[in-house]
């Protein structure tokens, strides 16, 4: 199944950034003034000269591309594309690729060789492994930022990175900051989506309770929604080959939040400044209770220990599923289902309350990985300036007021912008994500979980590159960032990111194997629901409890770090 997503780089409202770019002045010489040759290869003497550097720079860059592979227009690369040629012609900075991994298994067994051969990392590395980013730190191979950021990061972009100082968490070492998060931002939430024509026809609503979810997903699998005379389709659809918090898209955390309230599987919870880790609460038994119930009855999806996000994503749009969970993006991956099946009708509703009659929660993402440098690179004024104008197309300003290229991302046709890749001047058979060509997989977005959409449905005109962008996407995925944005009280980022602890190093795999084939037994019914209290006692003596002691020793000392004045904002 093709993998399609709409991200989104949208303007927030609420955040007033006041900020201009960093680094215009007409005689500093390149990052901390240094003389030499930087690793690219680029005289660290250049000068700043009305924004354009001279002679122009080269900044060499790791990425993982698995989403961003061949998508390119004819006659361009991953060196030689728009993006690139915009950097180069406006700003004097060449960007050049010179470590690439197709996936992020590939990817990370790159950095690590790049570590421990003659290969030399290059000036700026995206990493998406907590695991790596502390091997990095520990290394030495990286560079201590702290005093660039002070000095050349970007007012506006200190404005957006003190909203979530946490996001440092990782890279932080004897008070020194070696990266930084990858465009912090509190990503939008999951909601569900349902089959509204199953609903229609058996004369039911959307689900918001527990019990109102079981008797959908038991008319779903049991009464034929699809009027086809046969037993074929299933209520919920979810992937447990991951886990069961994925996080994104066919996730089942819904039902465990339910029983757990803010205890999620996979995610550390503070508690009243203690950090507990959500698997092994007690609630977990419960909801694992109700999933194998629910399996047994034939309401879910048989292979879903083996099935990946997207097998569950598929048994949806194929019309065998009635619900599945996913960020609102999800609606553009499964409406085929509604131009393939006649009379199908997708909607989104928010996720359902707790037993306790609360909110059910889930976590949270902040960031995407980090961004960590060369230890020998002298160029950070320069990754500065050149990441600050990619903020542009999140706030609809500059040289990316309405995309990053026209003709790519978006086409202005009669004089109104389209961001329909069919109606272009030059029609494409899909938008090209140039903000995926830059440093990493996904673009900058100051949106949150969707602010823009509730801007738009409290009656803001669509007069901006941003809400032009929201306001275009379809009613039912609208829908869904409106939802989003009205429950973002219920997205809990995990209360530790830091990095693996001591035990973590040698037990966390083991543990978590445990977890997730406890889980899948428990749930197919090839161990008793109070195998979960054996599981619970056998994680905390097979180094559980050291790692949560570890966990709240690594917070205690997290929570003193003032980030705030680490970036000169205090």
Known sequence: MKKVKVMLSVLSSAVL????????????????????????????????????????????????????????????????????????????????????????????????????????LPDVVPVYDTSLVNDLVQSGAVRDITEDIKKYMPDRLKEIYSQY?????????????????????????????????????????????????????????????????????????????????????????????????KNLPGAWNNDNGQLTYGSVAPGNKDALAKLHDWYTKGYLNKDLAVKGAWDAIADFTEGKAGIIIGRPWLYGSVKDLEKNVPGAKIAAAPTINGTSGDRTYQTAQLNDGVFMFNKNFNNMEAFFLYYDKLYDAAFGTGDFQYGYAQGYDYDIVDGQVTYDSTKFNKPLATIQGVGKMSFTKNTPSVDGPGKSFYDLANGAEPNTGVLIHSNALDPTMKDGYLISYNNRDSLLPSAFNGPPTKTMQTNWEQLYTMEKETFTKIIYGKESIDSFDDFVKQ????????????????YANASKVDFMSAMGLK
């Open 17 to 120: 950034m006041t900020g201009v770019l960093a680094g215009c002045s007409s005689s500093e010489k390149g990052s901390d003034g240094a003389s030499g040759t930087s690793p690219s290869g680029s005289s660290s003497e250049a000068t700043l000269k009305d924004g354009k550097y001279d002679p122009p720079i080269t900044i060499t860059i790791a990425k993982q591309q698995d989403e961003n592979a061949g998508n390119y227009l004819p006659g361009e690369s991953l060196n030689d594309n728009v993006l690139t040629r915009w950097g180069a012609n406006n700003l004097g900075i060449q960007i050049n690729t010179t470590l690439v991994g197709g996936d992020a298994g590939t990817y990370n067994t790159k950095l690590r060789l790049a570590l421990t051969t003659a290969e030399k």
């Open 165 to 261: 100082p946490t996001t440092f968490n990782p890279v932080v070492k004897d008070g020194k900051i070696y990266g930084m998060a990858i465009a912090p931002n509190l990503v939008e939430g999951e909601v569900m989506l349902i089959r509204q024509d199953w609903l229609d026809k058996l004369n039911l609503k959307a689900p918001t309770t527990i019990d109102e979810f079981e008797k959908v997903i038991a008319a779903f699998t049991n009464e034929d929604p699809d009027g086809n005379g046969k037993k074929d389709t299933y209520g919920f659809t979810f992937s447990g080959k991951d886990g069961y918090n994925t996080g994104w898209v066919s996730d089942p955390i819904m039902i465990f939040s339910a029983f757990t309230g």
């Open 539 to 554: 994680w905390n003596d097979k180094g559980g409890t050291q790692i949560t002691q570890e966990v709240n020793d690594w």
